[in-house]
């Protein structure tokens, strides 16, 4: 079975502010993991994966995650926050079961104030 | 351009009616799913199919029934078993070997109950 973890529902930072979205996966072998993004009313968009290459992971819009096998993390940054970065943002792991589907994180609000 | 269409965007359904969400891919990808998505609840698998004329259910499937007549097509019934209808409804696709592949997903549809 896998999961993910997603620790704090709503985040807020400033304008120009690191970001820092957090996630954590449980899963039985090794992983495939995402970051997706939502604006209000519209479906997700991909942001990276980690597809067993690099650990570290570069996105689009400037974000990029690391994957720590030790602490089973994958964790979203951003050096510098903009407006319109405010969105939802999941995590998703995939893992070679035989089942298709991914299992999504409950989910992060970024919220970015001027 | 290639991509992934649902409609409509927003549907109402009234007490003991069953409606149908269309969801269309024009990728070539082998693989479409549906996902159901809740305030704070992330997204749950409702259905997915790797082939034409299969599909296996996810974990919310009581309610739900679909059908993958064509490799572009994969629409979603929400009959009047399912109590509990109101949502935004995604659809999704990928290509490649389970558990490996990467997610597509078109722009949703609002489900809501008169």
Known sequence: ?114 | DGGITQSPKYLFRKEGQNVTLSCEQNLNHDAMYWYRQDPGQGLRLIYYSQIVNDFQKGDIAEGYSVSREKKESFPLTVTSAQKNPTAFYLCASSIGQAGKETQYFGPGTRLLVL
């Open chain 1, 1 to 114: 079975a896998q999961s993910v973890t997603q620790l704090g529902s709503h985040v807020s930072v400033s304008e120009g502010a690191l970001v820092l979205l957090r996630c954590n996966y449980s899963s039985s072998v090794p992983p495939y993991l995402f970051w997706y993004v939502q604006y209000p009313n519209q479906g997700l968009q991909l942001l990276l994966k980690y597809t067993s290459a690099a650990t570290l992971v570069k996105g689009i819009n400037g974000f990029e995650a690391e994957f720590k096998k030790s602490e089973t993390s994958f964790h979203l940054t951003k050096p510098s926050a903009h407006m319109s970065d405010a969105a939802e943002y999941f995590c998703a792991v995939s893992a070679d079961t035989g089942r298709r589907a991914l299992t999504f994180g409950s989910g992060t609000r970024l919220q970015v104030q001027p």
